[in-house]
C-alpha cells in the first residue's frame, strides 16, 4: 500500500491529472487534426521535459540522501569506535590499577608476615633450646636411673659363693 503521507503521491496523482484532462481536452477540442496533433506534440514535450527534470530531480535527491546517510553511518561508526578505544583504554587503566594495589597489599602483607616470623623464630629458638637442655638433662636422669637399676638386677642375678671354711689351727694343710 502507497503512503500518502510522504507527499510523492499528490504530485504523482496532479501531473497524472493533468495529463489525461490534457488529452480529453485535446481529443474533444474543435480543432483541426494538424492543429490537435501539434498541440499533442507540444504537450508531450512539455511533460517530457518536466518528466525527465522530476527524474532528474529525483536522482539528485536520492544520491544527496543516500550520500547524507553514508556520511552518519560513517560517522556514527567513528564514533562509536572512537567511544570504545577509549572505553577499552579506562577498562585496561582500571585494570592496571587493581593489579598495582593486588602487588601492594601482597607486598605488604608478605612483609608483615616476615616481620612477624621474624619475631617469632628468637623465641623459638629459645624454646628449641630450652626443650634440647630438658631433653638432654631427662636422659641423664633416665640413663643413672637405667644404670642404678642395672647394678640392682646385676648384684641380685651373681650367684652367691659359697662362704668360705674357718681355717683349722694347725696349719694350712689339709686333711687327708
Known sequence: M???RRGGGVLGAFLLGGAIGAVLG??????????????LAEAAEKYWTEGKEL????????????ETGVAKVTDVYETGREVAAE?????????????DRLK???????????????EAVPAAKEAAHKAADAVKSGAEVAEKKAQETLDIVAEK?????PPAPAAEPGGDLPAV
Not at 642375678?157 to 659363693?161: S, T, V
Open 2 to 4: 502507497y503512503d500518502y
Open 26 to 39: 485535446l481529443l474533444f477540442a474543435p480543432r483541426s487534426g494538424k492543429e490537435s496533433r501539434e498541440m
Open 55 to 66: 527524474y532528474e530531480t529525483g536522482v539528485t535527491k536520492v544520491t544527496d540522501v543516500y
Open 87 to 99: 572505553k577499552t583504554e579506562e577498562l585496561r587503566d582500571k585494570i592496571d590499577a587493581a593489579r
Open 104 to 118: 601492594e597489599q601482597v607486598g605488604s602483607a608478605s612483609g608483615a608476615a616476615r616481620e612477624k616470623v621474624a
Open 157 to 161: 642375678a651373681a650367684p652367691k659363693a
